[in-house]
């Protein structure tokens, strides 16, 4: 005889664990469509760009402006708006806004850095605006109403842009009259800074060289990356897009998908690389998952009713679309594992647990490792060696260590409309550790963080007789939480710098086609 609680806890574990090999089986999938496409789309591009710039005079490429969104960014202020302004592109058809919305010594530095460029020549203007109203999408906005260019490029503090960016990817969105945007792939300034930045920087390269690409060399919907891309701006002024708004806080993906839904295009460019600085310090990289993971659900609340009415879109699709919005949730499901995975079995009696759940446990352990292959092979794509396995272990305890910060954040962006933009604070670093001039905020998760850690270490500890290797995971879930809940503890201020950064000089631009960044 079945007891209600023992059913209950059957399907409470199948639900636990079909839906994390859902999105490990999604990831082959990803892997899969962006092979079978990067060598035509790589030929494809790569012509278009060298017959435009062969056959079109200067004094017919378009008008571009860069905008900067600046907040309290002194330490990367001066090099990103000299790279900016330092990009190759014909005379006098290339603006650059500064979109400072700073309250500290930023804007002297901006004043000055603007000053020089502009006694050197560059089009360089400051746009201050009486309040942050929307943040970065507020300022976005505001700039955009002056803003002479008919392609937008945008660029957040802790970019570097390289001097070709613009005479490489304007063509790809000046021959297509139905592409809304142009994105690129991020680099790394500090890929090797820290056992995070290691790991970070390999999940960006995954998103990158596989999940856009296979999106959108696929015909699915997918998302400006809210910098290192440019913008039509007539896309962004259409009426059934309706611009930048600010009822959510990732509004470069709100502001995607409003403009796929009306009928536009993206191309994504991968061979185009535009590097920028990681997160080194916990709480920052926390803030800024945090941000992440509670935006893209205010996006699937607010749009996935949209998706699923368009006529345009096919039902695969729609699927797709999806996913992609909901891929943060798995962070709930993943706090379940932890807290109740291993003990569900306990509470059945054998002839309540099917042979087949064990061929279930295989097929989990399966799509479990999908992650790690995918990593792997992204960095193969973008040109590097093959990440070894103690640099994806480090992305493997990153990711389950942040299972408690993404999945509050999860349940926050179901119930809260808009919020504050938090920023990133950078530090300015090339590759050695530096120190921001700005305190990272601090979680209020830590505690938890550590006791769901030493608990998942109790269990792994105690069930280790019968579960051998099997019981890995929750040693890997112990070490993350741990490592994420102490790195991120209250600790006392350190003294702030106020001086800015050292100046980046600008690369030099190089021949077409460019090789991919090694990062």
Known sequence: MTYPVEVLCLVLFLLLVALPSLYGFHMYLLMYLARRKRRQVRAQQRAVIQQYRRQTPEDQWPVVTTQLPLFNEITVARRVIEAAARMDYPAGRHEVQVLDDSTDGTRLVVDQVAAELVAQGYDVKVVRRPSRQHYKAGALAEGLKTARGEFIAIFDADFVPDRSFLRQMIPLIATRPDVCVVQGR??????????????????????????????????????????????????????????????????????????????????FCDQVVCPAEIPADINALKAQQRRWAVGIMQVARKLLPAVWRSQRLSLWQKLQATIHLTQYAIAVPMILVALIGRLLPLMLRGDVWPTWIQWLCITFLLAAVAPCVAYMNARRVVGGSIPGPLRVLKLMILGLGLCVNNGVAV??????????????????????????????????????????????????????????????????????????????????????????AQTLPAPAAPAWPASPAHS
């Open 186 to 267: 991020w680099g790394h300034l500090n890929a090797d800074e820290s056992w995070v930045t290691e790991g970070l920087s390999l999940g960006l390269d995954m998103h990158f060289a596989i999940e856009q690409a296979a999106r959108n060399w696929n015909g699915l919907l997918m998302n400006f990356n809210g910098t290192g891309g440019i913008w039509r701006k007539a896309a962004i002024n259409d009426p059934q897009v309706g611009g930048w708004s600010g009822d959510t806080i990732t509004e470069d993906l709100d502001l995607s998908y409003r403009a796929q839904l009306a009928g536009w295009k993206m191309v």
């Open 411 to 500: 349940i926050t962006g179901l119930v809260q409309k808009g919020g504050e933009f938090v920023r990133t604070p950078k530090s300015g670093s090339l590759g050695r550790p530096a120190r921001s001039a700005y305190a990272s905020l601090p979680s209020r998760l830590w505690i938890f963080e550590l006791l769901l850690g030493l608990y998942c270490l109790a269990q792994f500890l105690v069930f280790l007789p019968s579960d051998g290797v099997g019981g890995l995971f929750l040693l890997l879930y112990a070490v993350g939480l741990m490592l994420i809940g102490w790195g991120s503890r209250p600790r006392r201020a350190r003294p702030r710098s106020t001086a800015p």
